[in-house]
């Protein structure tokens, strides 16, 4: 993700230092105008958070297990909505002329690495959903060394904090 800078049309000293002989009404209804666009956007992204949420539980009714757009890496329309929404964020991140495209390349390429990652069809088939399974051993052959580890050394932390009584000498 790239990172982009704040719009010229939010800093304020932009307007005394133009020169350009820009009054301030203008400057203030190009801010106010970019401030529209801001809201419209944000209340739309709202809608597809609103949207992506799992079903309510306490609702009557199937509840499908998983939740949040995407669903998988065959889920067209949810990619879709993901992919829009995260271009007309970044496009209104710009300022008011937009980004040119940048955002929605960007969201596809996102969704591209993600739909076409193998273990991501693999978890897919298997109902994982969105949970990272754990590391296998075989993968990581470290981690179980590691782990035992930090096991050995809290059991001798608590070990050497028992053995140690508080006297009223401090000896």
Not at 34 to 39: D, E
Not at 148 to 165: C, N, Q, S, Y
Request: charged share 20%; proline share 12%.
């Amino acid at each position: 993700m790239q990172p982009i800078p704040i719009p010229h049309v939010l800093d304020p000293d932009h307007y005394l230092d133009d020169g350009g002989g820009e009054g301030l009404e203008s400057a203030l209804a190009q801010t106010c105008a970019y401030g529209r666009q801001l809201w419209e956007n944000l209340d739309t992204t709202r809608a597809y958070l609103m949207a992506s949420l799992p079903p309510d539980p306490r609702k009557p009714g199937p509840h499908p297990a998983l939740g949040a757009s995407p669903t998988g890496p065959d889920d067209e329309e949810g990619w879709a909505a993901w992919i829009a929404a995260y271009a007309a964020i970044t496009s209104v991140l710009c300022g008011p002329h937009g980004d040119s495209g940048f955002g929605a390349g960007e969201a596809r390429e996102a969704a591209r690495a993600r739909r076409t990652a193998p273990n991501l069809r693999v978890a897919a088939r298997l109902g994982a959903g969105r949970e990272t399974p754990p590391p296998v051993p075989n993968e990581r052959p470290g981690w179980l060394v590691r782990a035992a580890g930090v096991a050995a050394l809290a059991l001798l932390v608590v070990r050497g904090l028992r053995r140690r009584p508080l006297s009223a000498t401090g000896a």
